[in-house]
């Protein structure tokens, strides 16, 4: 059993470690929290790699460990350890708040993976509101006060959706007789015909689009991208992201889609992938942009889900490495600007000349956009094609056709950001100072994108595994 929990274990130790380290005095608790969370952060990575292939019910059938889930703990672990590499001295959290910041930052993670696994609405819910408040938390860690409104705004809205899920989580557990996923699912078919179980589905459903910043609770992301420090930021769109991807197929894959909930879907994604784009084109703030490029590519891997097939589910696991992939290379580069230029909020004008003051920084950020754009033979092409491929089979050629379309504009705010680095003149000619850690992330995130994009069949081999051993009870 603890075999099975290893992932989550190493987490537990490591909150409950720097839970202690809040009771040092501060000079000695931040000589030991780096190298602490890095030691538990490549843990969290081995361990989650070690337990991959396991599988097993826990606590009564209320956890459920098989590829799917060990599958995003793997991915959510490589996205919280590169979220610790970006996270060395943050530009916006001041020292007195590091030690509560990575605090968070494991607690939020922690419920991540555990929301992997959930197959009990208890679980469920508990897992979602430990991922949520210390979100919550870490949005608000920005030191010069910016972040006052938008994390209030975060709150409301999460409060918001939690309702609403529990009403949905209610409905679902009235009409099964059960609070177990695996009960409802057996009772799907007797209960699809109730206009009060269409009505649940839609709920819980809406709930699940706030974790992935989709039409139409997508209204706190841009405020919280921009206000929120740049590690956490990256965190919340990688992460969490991924996180709202396995929860979706989890769920989905165990209750089914009605037509009702493939045609809301169909409405969310058409509409995310509008206005993400559209909103995209006239931001000047980099990571306002990047937040409505979030909103875009939800509506992506919605076009993938509403497929509804075991092909629609693999594409959008797929689709989420990918995006922690190409999310991580444009957020590392934000980050570096933002720490030369001295604000945490860079605009387009901040990444002027960068070609000329780090060159292999100015590459990442070119693959890294042109990835979200999906051009080949990027990992982010590679993904859209499975992902509208698995949609087209399920005869939603609209959609896909749409998609597509948005991908050719978001070409253009994408390009625009790579015209100010390659094209514009820098006001600083100073060379970038690139730490040797995340020089070495940037390579690792580089070959990772071509790889995948030019050699996939292995991790779609995977997600398709993982897909199979969801459905196996």
Same mark, same amino acid.
Request: charged share 10%; net charge positive.
């Given at each position: ?281 006239? !931001? ?5 942009? @990047? *937040?409505?490029? =979030?909103?875009?590519? #939800?509506?992506?891997? +919605?076009?993938? %889900? /509403? ?39 860079? !605009? ?5 000349? @960068? *070609?000329?003051? =780090?060159?292999?920084? #100015?590459?990442?950020? +070119?693959?890294? %956009? /042109? ?103």
């Amino acid at each position: 059993m603890t075999f099975l929990f290893l992932p989550e274990t190493i987490l537990l130790v490591s909150s409950a470690l720097l839970l202690l380290l809040t009771l040092v005095k501060l000079e000695k608790a931040l000589k030991l929290v780096k190298p602490l969370t890095l030691v538990f952060g490549l843990a969290l990575i081995a361990g989650a790699a070690a337990t991959i292939h396991q599988a097993g019910l826990l606590f009564e059938s209320t956890y459920k460990v098989d590829l799917l889930s060990q599958g995003f703990k793997l991915l959510l672990s490589i996205a919280f350890f590169i979220t610790l590499l970006l996270s060395d001295s943050p530009l916006a959290i001041s020292k007195k708040k590091l030690i509560e910041y990575y605090l968070f930052l494991s607690t939020a993670t922690l419920g991540m993976m555990m929301i992997t696994s959930s197959v009990n609405i208890l679980t469920l819910y508990i897992s979602l509101e430990l991922s949520a408040y210390s979100l919550y938390l870490l949005s608000a860690f920005r030191s010069d006060g910016r972040n006052a409104e938008a994390s209030v705004k975060y709150l409301i809205f999460g409060a918001a959706t939690s309702g609403i899920l529990l009403w949905g989580l209610s409905l679902l557990a009235g009409l099964a007789g059960t609070t177990s996923l695996l009960g409802i699912a057996q009772a799907s078919a007797a209960l699809f015909p109730q206009p009060a179980y269409l009505v649940a589905l839609a709920f819980v459903s809406l709930s699940f689009l706030f974790k992935l910043s989709s039409f139409p609770v997508h209204f706190w992301a841009p405020d919280v991208y921009e206000s929120a420090p740049t590690p956490v930021t990256a965190f919340i769109a990688t992460a969490s992201k991924a996180a709202a991807v396995a929860i979706l197929i989890r769920f989905f894959m165990i209750v089914g889609l009605s037509a009702g909930v493939i045609s809301i879907l169909g409405v969310a994604a058409f509409i995310s992938m509008t206005l993400g784009n559209a909103a995209a084109l006239v !931001q000047q703030d980099v990571k306002r942009l @990047l *937040a409505y490029s =979030s909103i875009a590519q #939800a509506g992506y891997i +919605l076009v993938g %889900l /509403l497929a509804g097939s075991a092909e629609g589910y693999s594409s959008s696991f797929f689709y989420a490495v990918a995006y922690v992939l190409m999310n991580s290379g444009a957020f590392l580069v934000t980050l570096l600007v933002a720490k030369a230029s001295n604000h945490d909020n860079p !605009q387009l004008s901040h990444f002027d000349g @960068l *070609a000329e003051r =780090s060159p292999f920084m #100015a590459l990442i950020l +070119l693959l890294s %956009l /042109l990835s979200l754009a999906g051009i080949p033979p990027l990992v982010g092409f590679t993904g859209k094609w499975i992902l509208f491929s698995s949609a087209m089979e399920k005869g939603h050629w609209f959609l896909v056709l749409w998609g597509v379309l948005n991908s050719v504009v978001s070409l253009f705010y994408y390009l625009t950001l790579v015209k100010h680095a390659y094209l514009e003149k820098p006001k600083d000619t100073s060379m970038l100072a690139v730490p040797g850690a995340l020089k070495a992330l940037a390579l690792a995130l580089l070959i990772a994108m071509i790889v995948l994009g030019v050699y996939p069949n292995h991790l779609i081999e995977l997600a398709q595994r993982a897909v199979s051993s969801a459905v196996v009870l």
